[in-house]
């Protein structure tokens, strides 16, 4: 397990976008922490990583929101699903989650990820989000495909 501190809402997005760059495709990211523990932040810099151009904002009454990347972006879509309201997996497979998760060119992130444990694949990368301090959070990250960090050394 990996542990980051970020010191501010701006350090937390540069963190995402850094993970965003080095995607390839069919990553999963399931994020789990309080509210205000950062996880929209951090997922608002992914998706600028994967090239997306439009504002990524939490999707709590859509429970998944799906948007495309730019023109010549290594990953084609990018697929942002909040779980808080959600008390199983059930209601993602309804939305097509299956279909999505098969998607070599997509890249998911979950909030409230623990809510949906069901559908939560081998190769996911799992990050904790904890308040510490006014600006300081702590990511705890446990990536389990191999030899791959989120941040560059
Ligand atoms: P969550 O999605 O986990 O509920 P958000 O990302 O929506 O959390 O909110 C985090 C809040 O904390 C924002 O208001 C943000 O400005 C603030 N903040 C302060 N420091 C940080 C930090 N280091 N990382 C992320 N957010 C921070
Ligand atoms: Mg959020």
Redesign the pocket.
Known sequence: MEKI?????????ILGREAGAICSGQEVFV?S????????????GLAQGLGVTGQVN?PTFNILKLYKTKKGSVVKSFCHI?AYRLSSAQDLKALGIEEILADKEMVVAI?WAEKVKAIWPRNKIKIK?K?LQ????ILEITDDRKNIKIKKD
């Open positions: 501190i970020t010191h501010s809402r701006k350090e937390m997005q994020l922490g309080d509210l205000g523990a950062g996880k929209t932040t951090f997922l608002q939490s909040d909030e989000f308040h006014e600006d300081e959070r």
